[in-house]
């Protein structure tokens, strides 16, 4: 373990320095059109919306979740109900409104890995309504994006791991900031809302694993699982200046996730060495790692519904090869099965 509270990761080379320019194409085989990446109806944002109100009953049978792979949630922008996503055996994304866990339908895609969604508020793309957008890495290792089912766009890069997605402020600008692993093993960041792109955050990421990202009310946090086995966070204001990156401890490992259960308050979820579910409120009160219990088989995906004012869910694959959630109004939680 390294005792530090700073630590110095070791900057790895600049793998992603080639992709600067945005690149376009869908994930092999995806069926629809390729758009060019930029304001809000090209990324066709509130389509996951509009099936997941119109999902009432259960779709064509689908497959189940793949093995060991975490699902993400994303909060849907209305109400209490929220959007599950996972990647099914097939490779394929696949969501469903928590309202009605049964009711799967396909999303496309053709993903390694899980997908990280997120729920961008209105402005984020120069729009004036908000939308849910998923991130996945493709068969190529790229970064993709989908507004919507069967929708994926190219954003390039060579990613080594689970995108994680963050949306909010950053000074007086929306934001949506995604975070991976990249092929040397270091942390990068891409501003898809700025003429900045891919920002190199250094680090260690351990292998096998995925970092997280939360906008906390104007706080962007980035958490990484490091080399040591421990978590790590760095923070901005501002999208420009960074802290350096400062240890939360803990002995775990898989794909991170982090919610926001009320504004400038941080949570992340990760599996133990116990392959429990473990979280730590690294923003906020209650400091320190938890368990939360359970036997899972992922790592976690993790939101917040209302930007803070409703329930927080955690959900991650578990033994019996069902998706199950934790959830409840923090720091209330307990444990039910989501699909």
Known sequence: MISARKMSMGLGLPAFAAIAALTVGLVPGVAGAASTPGPAAKWAVGSYE??????????????PPAAGVAPGIAWNGTGNPALLFYTGSDRHAYFAPLTHPTAASPA????????????????????????TLVFGRGTNNALYVSGGPGS??????????????????????ETIDVVVRGADGGAWLDHLTTTTRW????????????????????????LVVGSNHGVWVKRTTDGSHWSGWTSLG??????????????????????????????????GATAGWHSAGGRITSGAGAGSVGNGTGPTWAVALATDGHIWANSGVWPAHAWSKAL
Do not use: M, Q
């Not at 496309?108 to 939308?131: E, K, Q, Y």
């Not at 920002?199 to 990202?213: E, K, Q, S, W």
């Not at 996730?257 to 504004?263: E, K, M, N, Q």
């Open 199 to 222: 920002l190199n955050l250094g680090g260690r990421v351990l292998a096998g694993t995925a970092p997280a990202a939360v906008n906390t009310g104007g706080t962007l946090y980035v």
């Open 108 to 131: 496309g895609g053709n993903l390694i890995g899980g997908p990280g969604p997120v729920f961008v508020p209105p402005g984020a793309l120069g729009g004036t309504t908000g939308g």
């Open 250 to 283: 803990g002995r775990l490992g898989a794909e991170l996730g982090a919610a926001t259960p009320s504004a400038g308050a941080g949570i992340v979820y990760a599996r133990g060495g116990d392959n429990a579910l473990w979280y730590n409120e690294f923003a």
């Open 152 to 173: 994926w766009n190219s954003l390039g890069g060579k990613l080594a791991s689970r995108p994680g997605a963050a949306a909010g402020a950053l000074g007086s600008t």
């Open 50 to 63: 509009a099936h997941a109100t119109a999902a009432t009953a259960a779709t064509a049978a689908v497959p």
